[in-house]
């Protein structure tokens, strides 16, 4: 257990030891910073019976930040390494391959979560100035943050075992951000399917991340959700470990 | 220490090694000599529990690298080829990390670093970025690395790759101080290094393993056919019908040298050595000797002997 934390001590900190992470953290700050003055403007013109953080989510910002972000923060886990060569020096030591995939996928997902923490100071603003307690309960909050956390999962998960396929840190994010924008069309597939009934359009409704989103975002937390971005994290988390195991059966 | 038996190991349809074994000996420092591509890499990297072979066992102190991996992975400190390093972290901080990884307590580490460290000559730069160091003290800290945990067995791919006379000394230097309390391999393609640093070779050549040997008695193995050349001005006929009459000498070629002197290069019978024979001849005839050498094979010319039948045939 100790040389989990360890691990995940040193990929979280090398987050903050590159440029990257600070850009990372700039490039949302900046795109919830505009999807705030959005926020405001409309509020300003046309006063909303909605919550603010379902307003937030309707803005289509929280999707750009998802499909942008995620690729850039898990491109380096498995590649870079690979690249510089220290993969090897990691793998030869006392790590089994799951802490490693665990420890990697950890940092990027607590990364992920401090990039949207100005998010919630935006949300308290506006909170603030609404002087309306309706705007912005506990229970939406939290239902906002499950969801922002579950499709992190699932996009950071896909993004590492992309970087696990690949030393170059440019495959991996193409990879992966290829991969988020395939779950995004059918994202959009599923939303716009018409009831045709049948297990396709069960499975594909499955895949009806807006929709489940929305619900996050008002507060309604469905279990089919959880369990479905649980089970895809899942997937992905046990592709990256075979990834990683396959150098001792190539 | 290290027992290998008919490794084999296969990349996508090239043989890397083919069928090789050796054991070493616990407190041995062994070489792997051998050009690039010669599969001392691919040997070590199996050793190491990076990638498992495609036949043959390996077992380092009695456990089998793949089955017992993590067994053989404690007691075995590994630096590949070109010492990667992560460049933004400090020095204390890498090590300590390292330390941590390879299973050491928080106490434990942060003794055993400061023990590496100094051992290392690193104690001055521990505060410093690895990033920014020089290469010398770059593979410092990737020798401390492997050192941290007190393993068995320490295995240096390349360590002094592309430093200077000065940083190789020292290197060579603290390699050569870990015999007795480690066992050692080092691969290189530097012949006076493992002359001067190991207590056996083991030349490698296009993935099988060619010689295995202590660097004297492959030298000696050699000797037997070296020549002797001598510079002797005397009467060309007298000179070619002592060189005949000679029971030791096995073949003789004169050729004229500056002025009155020939030039005679002589290959002895059985390994005798002609010299003092040479000196009593030209005693005896009154003629003047300039030059008297008996030419000593350096591990090159073993190297090249052994590994030459087989580039012939590659090409």
């Known amino acids: 257990m100790s040389i989990f934390f360890t691990l995940l001590r040193r990929e979280l900190s090398s987050f903050f030891f590159s440029l990257t992470g600070y850009v990372i953290v700039a490039a949302v700050t900046l795109l919830t910073g505009l999807s705030f003055v959005v926020l405001v403007q409309t509020l300003q013109t046309d006063p909303s019976p909605m919550p603010v953080t379902e307003m937030f989510y309707l803005s289509f910002y929280f999707w750009l930040i998802l499909l942008l972000v995620s690729p850039v923060i898990t491109m380096r886990l498995f590649a870079l390494e690979k690249a510089s060569g220290t993969f090897e020096t990691l793998m030869t030591t006392a790590v089994g391959d799951l802490q490693v995939v665990l420890a990697k996928f950890t940092a990027a997902v607590v990364f992920y979560l401090i990039a949207w923490l100005p998010l919630l100071a935006c949300l308290f603003i506006i909170q603030h100035y609404a002087r309306q307690n309706g705007a912005l309960d506990p229970g939406t909050l939290y239902g906002m943050y499950l969801g922002i956390f579950l499709t992190g999962c699932l996009f950071l998960s896909l993004g590492g075992f992309a970087s696990a396929l690949t030393r170059n840190q440019m495959t991996a994010a193409t990879i992966s951000f290829a991969g988020g924008v395939g779950l995004f069309s059918l994202a959009y597939l599923a939303r716009n399917a018409t009831d045709a009934g049948g297990w396709q359009a069960q499975v594909l409704a499955c895949f009806n991340l807006f929709d489940q989103m929305h619900d996050f975002a008002r507060g309604v937390v469905d279990t089919r959700a959880v369990i479905f971005y649980a089970s895809t994290t899942f997937l992905f988390l046990f592709l990256t470990l075979r990834v990683v195991e396959s150098r001792r059966w190539k | ?315």
């Open chain 2, 1 to 315: 220490m290290i027992e290998v038996f008919n490794l084999t190991k296969r990349y996508a349809g090239r043989t890397a090694v083919d069928d090789i074994s050796f054991t070493v000996a616990r407190g041995e420092i062994v070489g792997l000599l051998g050009p690039n591509g010669a599969g001392k890499s691919t040997t070590m990297r199996v050793l190491s529990g990076f990638m498992p072979a495609t036949s043959g066992t390996v077992r380092v102190a009695g456990f089998d690298v793949f089955h017992d991996s993590e067994e053989t992975r404690r007691r075995i400190g590994y630096m590949p080829e070109n010492n990667p390093l992560h460049p933004e972290m400090r020095v204390r901080e890498y090590l300590k990390f390292r330390a941590r990884l390879k299973g050491l307590g928080w106490k434990k580490s942060r003794a055993r670093v400061t023990t590496v460290m100094e051992q290392c000559g690193l104690a001055e730069v521990g505060r410093r970025v690895i990033g920014q160091l020089s290469k010398g003290y770059k593979q410092r800290v990737g020798l401390a690395d492997a050192l941290v945990h007190d393993p068995e067995l320490i295995i240096l791919d390349e360590p002094t790759i592309g430093l200077d006379p000065q940083q190789i000394r020292s290197v060579r230097a603290l390699i050569k101080s870990l015999a007795g309390r480690h066992t050692v391999l080092i691969s290189t393609h530097i012949l006076p290094e493992v002359e001067m640093m190991c207590g056996r070779v083991l030349i490698m050549f296009d993935g099988r393993v060619l010689a295995s040997d202590t660097p004297e008695n492959l030298q000696r193995r050699m000797a037997g056919g070296s020549q002797v050349i001598a510079e002797i001005a005397a009467p060309l006929e007298a000179l070619r019908a002592a060189w005949e009459n000679l029971p030791a000498v096995a073949q003789f070629d004169v050729a004229p040298g500056e002025g009155e002197f020939f030039r005679c290069a002589l290959t002895p019978r059985d390994g005798h050595d002609l010299r003092p024979q040479i000196f009593n001849l030209v005693q005896t005839n009154g003629w003047s000797l300039r030059e008297l050498t008996r030419s000593r094979h350096s591990l090159e010319d073993i190297y090249m002997q052994v590994t030459k039948p087989t580039t012939e045939e590659v090409e």
